[in-house]
Nanobody, 116 residues
Framework: QVHLVESGGGLVQTGGSLRLSCAAS????????MAWFRQAPGKEREFVAS???????SYADSVKGRFTISRDNSKNMVYLEMNSLKPEDTAVYYC??????????WGQGTQVTVSS
């Protein structure tokens, strides 16, 4: 059984930085594309960034140039480095593991709050 556990969220001022971590267990991370999603209050969950098994990355336009996703397969970890944070980045951030055709394994989320 796969478990994803996010950490690193918190309260930060506008312009600040945070690094989120996602620890995976139960299956080698190297087998899967991984991604970060986020959900703000009253909004639908949205894609933030992804990294393929070949470490090809993709970003939502809203975070491009500010966020960096990375993975360490030897540690079964995925990271999201977030810089120049804005109040609109406030959300619960989720780590996700892609299955055969979609992201189907999710962590419990970690809260990121950016104060203005």
């Amino acid at each position: 059984q796969v478990h994803l556990v996010e950490s690193g969220g918190g309260l930060v001022q506008t312009g600040g930085s945070l690094r989120l971590s996602c620890a995976a267990s139960g299956r080698p991370l190297s087998w899967h594309d991984m991604a970060w999603f986020r959900q703000a209050p009253g909004k639908e969950r949205e894609f933030v960034a992804s990294t393929s098994t070949g470490s090809i990355t993709s970003y939502a336009d809203s975070v491009k140039g500010r966020f960096t996703i990375s993975r360490d397969n030897s540690k079964n970890m995925v990271y999201l480095e977030m810089n120049s944070l804005k109040p609109e980045d406030t959300a619960v951030y989720y780590c996700a593991m892609r299955g055969t055709s979609r992201y189907e394994m999710w962590g419990q989320g970690t809260q990121v709050t950016v104060s203005s």
